[in-house]
């Protein structure tokens, strides 16, 4: 918040969670005219999040999976279009907010739950209407995590590599730690950290 408001921004701060700042957006855009630039569920969104499978893909040819935070879904959407189902995309969802766990279930996206320690930032309700069709095609399969592993995996990453993630952005990593995703004998697996909105402080660095 410090750092948007250092650029000269005008910040509101407007409920609990991802869907009720999206819901305020909005409305504001609907009152004032602003445009109204949406976090994933746009086309642009999501070509831009799409450069960071090239990029993988030339620096790290021999993976085999790819994990992947999952809150609107713009970043798998993207990753998943670059490979095109060439390697396993797949997602990883805190347990309190499943929003694309639901949506596969379901056929299309619907409402889910939006709570839990990643709700500032994996949890619009929603997963976006344009972000399911691609990942419904693209991604393999997603895997759910409790917020204790969440936690976990951000004291790990900041005890063992110095890297200070958000929960949101170290979801991802927590599947791996955890065991929520098992990778077979001799699996090249890359893990997406995607966030850094958060302090050192904000976290246990006891685990």
């Keep these: 918040m410090e750092r948007i408001r250092e650029y000269g ?7 609990d969670r991802y869907a009720d700042a999206l819901a305020a957006s909005e409305k504001w855009a609907q009152q004032t005219g602003a445009m109204l630039v949406p976090a994933f569920d746009q086309s642009e969104t999501i070509m831009g999040q799409g450069t960071l499978g090239l990029e993988l893909d030339q620096q790290a040819p021999d993976i085999d999976t ?11 959407a993207g990753i998943a279009a670059w490979y095109a189902g ?16 639901r949506a596969l279930e379901a056929g299309r ?27 419904q095609k693209y991604a393999r399969q997603t895997v759910l995590v409790s ?7 951000q004291a790990t990453l900041w005890r063992a590599l110095r890297i ?22 001799g699996e090249h697996v890359a893990v997406i950290i995607s966030g850094g909105n958060t302090a050192a402080v904000n976290f246990d660095l006891t685990r």
């Design 86 to 101: 060439r390697i396993k995309v797949i997602g990883v969802e805190p347990s309190a907010s499943p929003t694309l766990t």
């Design 66 to 76: 790819i994990l992947v935070s999952v809150g609107g879904g713009g970043l798998i």
């Design 9 to 15: 921004a005008d910040l509101v701060i407007e409920g």
């Design 147 to 153: 917020d204790e592993a969440i936690a976990d995996a």
């Design 109 to 135: 996206p619907v409402d889910a739950e939006a709570g839990g320690l990643a709700a500032d930032s994996l949890a619009p309700q929603r997963v976006g209407e344009r972000v399911f069709p691609i990942v």
């Design 164 to 185: 200070v993630a958000e929960p949101g952005g170290a979801a991802a990593f927590s599947a791996l730690l955890s065991g929520a995703y098992a990778p077979e004998p």
